[in-house]
């Protein structure tokens, strides 16, 4: 039962760590896309 306990843990750690990557991921993304927009707006 411990040891059930220790992987649901583990799991739900490992979980939550890649949803805030995946967030920060989209973060670095969407303010990459946001540069190129404004730089093509001020090149017209």
Same mark, same amino acid.
């Given at each position: !039962?411990?040891? /059930?306990?220790? /992987?649901?843990?583990?799991? #739900?750690?490992?979980?939550?760590? #890649?949803? +805030?990557? !995946?967030? $920060?991921? #989209?973060?670095?993304? @969407?303010? #990459? $896309? +946001?540069?190129?927009? +404004? @730089?093509?707006?001020?090149?017209?």
């Amino acid at each position: !039962m411990n040891r /059930l306990i220790a /992987l649901l843990l583990i799991a #739900g750690t490992a979980a939550l760590a #890649g949803c +805030n990557t !995946m967030a $920060g991921a #989209g973060q670095d993304i @969407s303010k #990459g $896309g +946001n540069a190129i927009t +404004n @730089s093509a707006e001020k090149a017209k």
